[in-house]
């Protein structure tokens, strides 16, 4: 079956350490793949994607995501976080043999601790 | 900047009533789309609509309705609401594969 998965529903990191949110997709095609950030009570806002060539992509405020064919994986990475990256963060797929829209994943909620 | 406004963002409805979501886009962008978020669900994708006077069924169309009547607007109606669609809908706009959605910042439904 095609899906995107999520298998983290909460994240908790300190204040500037590292993150790693992981997400996996099976599909039998090639996607676009896609990261999208959303803070409280607002909508999704894209951060980065990818489709084709270097498999590390850089996003804004300092995001990058790798994309891994042999593991089904494109995880989203920052070196350092801030307490304003705390928000529920999506990976989402679209392919091209079946329309325009996107899947979305389940979602991980980051918070960020002082 | 593109932009993407819903309207009502907070909607009470009772059981059995009609409901309309209203989205507009000044991106003038073909492809609409509406998800509902839930809790352990994420978005799931409802309906999407090419262009004006297009509409097709997501992955759980069951209970809406889409209207496209223009390349700007595209509603989500509710014909007979229920509880089980209580839920946060977001409209969303993009311009082909591959390319980034734009979303609203979401209507509150409440179906009581």
């Known amino acids: 079956a095609q899906s995107v998965t999520q298998p983290d529903a909460r994240v908790t990191v300190s204040e500037g350490a590292s993150l790693q949110l992981r997400c996996k997709y099976s599909?039998?095609?090639?996607?676009?793949l896609f990261w999208y950030v959303q803070y409280p009570r607002q909508g999704l806002q894209m951060l980065l994607k990818?489709?084709?060539?270097?498999?590390v992509v850089q996003g804004v405020n300092g995001f990058e995501a790798e994309f891994s064919k042999s593991d089904s994986s494109f995880h989203l990475r920052k070196a350092s976080v801030h307490w304003s990256d705390s928000a529920v963060y999506f990976c989402a797929v679209s392919f091209a043999n079946s329309g325009t829209y996107q899947r979305f994943g389940t979602g991980t909620k980051l918070q960020v601790v002082p | 900047e593109a932009a993407v406004t819903q309207s009502p963002r907070n909607k009470v409805a009772v059981t059995g009533g009609k409901v309309t979501l209203s989205c507009n886009q000044t991106n003038n962008h073909n492809n609409m789309y509406w998800y509902r978020q839930d809790t352990g669900h994420g978005l799931r994708l409802i309906h999407y609509s090419y262009g004006a006077g297009s509409t097709e069924k997501g992955d759980i169309p069951d209970g809406y309705k889409a209207s496209r009547p223009s390349q700007e607007n595209f509603s989500l109606i509710l014909e007979l609401a229920t509880p089980s669609q209580t839920s946060v809908y977001f409209c969303?706009?993009?311009?082909?594969?591959?390319?980034?959605?734009?979303f609203g910042a979401g209507t509150r439904l409440s179906v009581l």
């Open positions: 990818y489709y084709s060539g270097d498999p």
């Open positions: 969303a706009s993009g311009d082909g594969l591959g390319n980034t959605l734009y």
């Open positions: 599909y039998s095609a090639t996607p676009y």
